[in-house]
């Protein structure tokens, strides 16, 4: 009997995780589910190069910089979070209060979003590298100077290098425009990948875009399911 309540316990909890799961997708304005439900951690595999060990060195190396008049007014160096062997890395602008007081890239309004993003095509944060544009919060939010820009870049550009993804995924413009170095606009950018240095590199809205503009989300779950399918892809690729 306590086997078969055991069971039922089980059935009842898979409910309860797939009705919050859809009920998610709605909030998100999602119509449709990804139905190729992950049962484990991907098994994508690098298949050159050496296992990067130097991204924690790197983070040692640069977490106290002066580069730029940010750190005066920064709470915290926001280095980038997630997998240091991810095959995907998603790249956004620059931490706001929330990633400036906690050290970690979206964590406020626009990350819960992006974590229900993720959980859509079945990712979790673990899964990927996140990182931003710039790693100091500008003041009052305000967009990225050029200078900051310039600055900061290199630092982003040895992550690359160190984690080695299959796929970058741009989160907004500023952080296409920065990377594909151009000033189309996003909705030219978004919705094919592009190239980076032999990197499959995809654009799509920033996910605080989404919070305020209802009209994006069509398009955003388009490219998240692209992004996903090109994910899949690599699988194969391993075998
Ligand atoms: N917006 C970004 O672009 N990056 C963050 O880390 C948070 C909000």
Redesign the pocket.
């Known amino acids: 009997m306590a086997m078969v309540n055991d069971e039922y316990e089980k059935m009842l909890q898979a409910f309860a995780l797939a009705k919050n799961f859809l009920r998610q997708q709605v909030e998100l304005g999602f119509d449709e589910v990804y139905t190729q439900v992950k049962t484990k951690k991907p098994t994508a595999k690098k298949e050159d190069g050496p296992v990067p060990t130097g991204l924690s060195d790197f983070y040692h190396e640069i977490k106290n910089c002066k580069k730029c008049h940010l750190y005066r007014t920064r709470t915290n160096f ?1 280095f980038g979070v997630g997998n240091p062997e991810a095959n995907l890395m998603l790249i ?5 209060k ?2 400036d007081l906690q050290g ?5 309004a ?2 819960k979003l992006l974590d229900r993003m993720l959980a859509a095509i079945n990712f979790s944060r673990e899964d990927v590298f ?1 990182a ?2 710039l790693k100091c919060r500008p003041p009052e ?1 305000r967009d990225p100077r050029p200078d900051e820009i310039e600055t900061c870049k290199p630092y982003l550009l040895e992550q690359i290098k160190l984690i080695q993804p299959k796929i970058i995924c741009a ?2 413009r ?2 296409a425009q920065v990377l594909l170095q151009t000033k189309s606009a996003l909705g030219q950018l978004r919705g094919e990948f592009h190239d980076f240095n032999g990197i499959k590199f995809l654009v799509t809205y ?3 875009a989404l919070l305020r503009y209802q009209q994006y989300k069509r398009p955003a779950w388009e490219d998240l399911k692209l992004l996903r399918k090109e994910y899949d892809k690599l699988k194969i690729l391993a075998g």
């Open positions: 926001v956004g602008e620059a931490p706001g929330e990633e970690e890239p979206f964590v406020g626009a990350g996140i931003n544009i939010n989160l907004g500023i952080s920033h996910p605080a």
